[in-house]
């Protein structure tokens, strides 16, 4: 790429990295069309969109670990079974028609952006006892996660999202919320980490079976870190029913963009 055509890539990408990680989603959907216009292959583009998804995502980790909103034995449980069955839906993903992916995709989010904005009752801790209801608590917070619909709901998330090519942020961060009844902030930062697990995994496997343009990369990965920082530090800043509201608004406008760039 060229230069000028690096720093324009790079302010996008700063912009792109700010909203998503304010939210703990990787942004690979928006990510990928990016060197795409600058006539990177979609193979290069892949590889480096894992990277800055990465690079962005540890940035935030490090503000979120700081606020303690990370909550690491959640995420241990949730990544494994979500990452295997990503890595066997990119194995299916040649043999389902893409539009049809997308549609799902698009169809998902729009639905996910429906039900962040939607009212969801409160359910008392002490009423939640028994099998599938783990108890946790960050700080002063304390919450009840309900793995016995979580954990199957992330793992499809992950399938779906290996089969389309992005890190599966965008349903892991409503699936801790709506489905594991996860609190906002908590889904935020332990999303954030769970996405830099699945783009290193995918980044592995792309670079070991071709090629990396590191020198396209690092500027852009440069961009997303600072991107990450700044994004994840407004993120606390901000009241949790206004963090649903921007959740739901970017999902919505994802769902949007993908269908309109496909049919049109």
Known sequence: METESIVIASGTILAISIAFSMVGLGGGVLYIPIPLSLGVSIHDAVTISLFVILVMSISAVIIYHRRSTIDWKLAMVLEPPTAVLAFIGGILANNINETALIVIFAGVLFITSILLISPIKDRKAILSYGWGYWHRRKKEIRYVVHLRGLIPISATAGFVA?????????????????????????????????VAITALAGLCGHVTSGTFEIGNALPLAAAAFVGGFIGSNISNRVKVPMLNIFVAGILFFISIWMIVNTFI
Request: proline share 6%.
């Open 162 to 194: 290996g089969m389309v090519g992005v890190s599966g942020g965008v349903f892991k961060l409503p699936a801790m919320v709506i489905i594991g009844r996860v609190p906002m902030r908590i889904a935020i930062g332990t999303s954030s980490f769970m």
